[in-house]
């Protein structure tokens, strides 16, 4: 990363503490997450950038996944530039990491077509963990448990750690902000 | 083996015979050898096919490479964990439409040409189509690419979304 990038991106830090609080911020800049918005939209919030996904199942082996990549409209061109550096080479369908994932959803779908001779998929990696790590599939078995619910209407039991988000209320931003500062002094 | 010094001589057959040689050893996968024909200060771009004109730096590609990534995607399609492509697909480039466009001041030659690549893995087939757009330069070892502009006609990815070889 170059100067003007690490320049640039403490720069911005520091305006976000100022606006939100070193708490907030930490969860909003310092904090990696992989969250699925219930049925088909993921929020990848990743160091270096913010990827949004849509997921639209057209057939039963067909699926049509659309990425969006999030930045500030203000920030300044080499950071813009860097960030869609970043998005392109890791996201892209010609990146270093998505064409490896297709081949992965592919042969999962290769696999599924056997769904009369094996009936379950094994997504238990870091389950029952206190703290699932990157790599876990909690994700998987979020949405699965969700989806069970919707069809079933039986409720699974959840899993996975709780986070303390207390300090966000009350909800407007002026008065999150006015509890950071009072409870920063 | 061309030379620095005969740059502005360089007939068209000379830079078919470079960019023949160039495919077959995408085709053959010797990738490190590849990559030897690219200058140090190079760029591998494919741009979205609509924009084709884009500063890449500055909007969505497909694919803007300079050096140190070129240098990572090729390490990257030698190694198990590339599951799109180990064990590797074939491919076959067919190159045709050669064109020297400009010789800029001896230095650099600017040469189009049209391609078909096939992919060919696990009973799929799939052809990319465009153009490209060179720039390239005399080293003591030979012609050297500084600027690869793969142009796709393509307007989806389909048949599977992806581009997980070099074009």
Known sequence: ?185 | MTRAASLSEITRADVEDFLYHEAALLDEWRLEEWLDLFTLDCVYEIPAPDRPDEDPAMTFSLIHDHRPMLEQRVIRLKKPTAHAEFPHSRTRRLLTNVRILEHRQHEELSVTANFAVYRIRNGVEVTYVGRYEHTLTASPDGMKIRHRKAILDHDVLDPHGKISIIL
């Open chain 1, 1 to 185: 990363m170059s100067e003007d990038i690490l320049a640039a991106t403490a720069q911005r830090r520091a305006e976000t503490v100022a606006r939100w609080g070193e708490a907030h911020t930490m969860r909003m800049l310092n904090t990696t997450r992989n969250l699925i918005l219930f049925p088909n939209m993921a929020l990848i919030d990743l160091n270096f950038g913010i990827q949004v996904r849509t997921m639209y199942p057209t057939a039963p082996d067909r699926t049509e996944i659309t990425g969006w990549q999030l930045m500030p409209k203000d920030a300044p061109d080499p950071l813009k530039a860097y960030r869609i550096d970043n998005a392109l080479t890791f996201w892209g369908p010609a990146g270093l990491a998505t064409p490896d994932d297709v081949e992965g959803l592919e042969q999962c779908q290769r696999g599924f077509s056997s769904l009369n001779e094996v009936q379950w998929s094994d997504i238990s990696r870091g389950m029952g963990a206190e703290r699932p790590t990157a790599v876990d599939e909690l994700q998987m078995r979020s949405f699965w448990r969700q989806w069970n619910e919707c069809i079933t209407g039986e409720k699974a039991s959840p899993e996975g750690p709780r986070y303390d988000t207390s300090y966000l209320t009350p909800a407007t931003p002026d008065a999150a902000l006015q509890t950071t500062s009072r409870s920063r002094s």
